[in-house]
């Protein structure tokens, strides 16, 4: 059976799924994690928007062109993207006075990164985007 693009109402409600999923994940992170600061849902949301457009637009090209590092490392090498993707979302969000995220250092940043892939691994098994999606069609 084709499988056809899924309408403007499913990709949105994927969307959403997605993000709600990342909020989700970065404040686990934050709550377990001892130098990672995070207070109030609408910084959540902002984070957890900043840190889907960087995992969108710049995690690819990072992860292009560190393939060779990444094999060698035998994947290590993902983790300090994801670590650097972290910082990074944390830099942006203090460029906004109304977000409240602050990250203390690397380790709280490489341990907040596994947390937040770890949980939003889980969490996607449970909540499918597609099949949400799928749902709206």
Same mark, same amino acid.
């Given at each position: 059976r084709a499988r056809r693009e899924p309408s403007t109402a499913g990709r949105i409600a994927a969307f959403v799924v997605r993000w709600l999923v990342t @909020? @989700? &994940?970065v404040w686990v992170a934050a709550a377990l994690v001892p130098g %990672?600061? +995070? &207070?109030? =849902?609408g910084s959540t949301l902002a984070v957890a928007l900043i +840190?889907? #457009?960087l995992n969108a637009y710049l995690k690819?090209?990072? %992860? #292009? !062109?560190a393939l060779p590092g990444i094999v060698l490392t035998l994947g290590f090498l +993902? %983790? =300090?993207i994801n670590t650097a993707l972290l910082a990074l979302t944390a830099w942006v969000a203090g460029?906004?006075?109304s977000i409240a995220f602050r990250i203390d250092g690397f380790w709280s940043a490489f341990?907040?990164?596994i #947390?937040? &892939? %770890?949980? !939003?691994f889980l969490l996607t098994r449970f909540i499918d985007p597609g099949r949400v999606a799928r749902r709206f069609d």
């Open positions: @909020a @989700a &994940s %990672i600061h +995070l &207070s109030g =849902l +840190l889907g #457009l690819p090209l990072l %992860i #292009l !062109s +993902l %983790i =300090l460029k906004f006075d341990f907040g990164a #947390l937040v &892939s %770890i949980v !939003s």
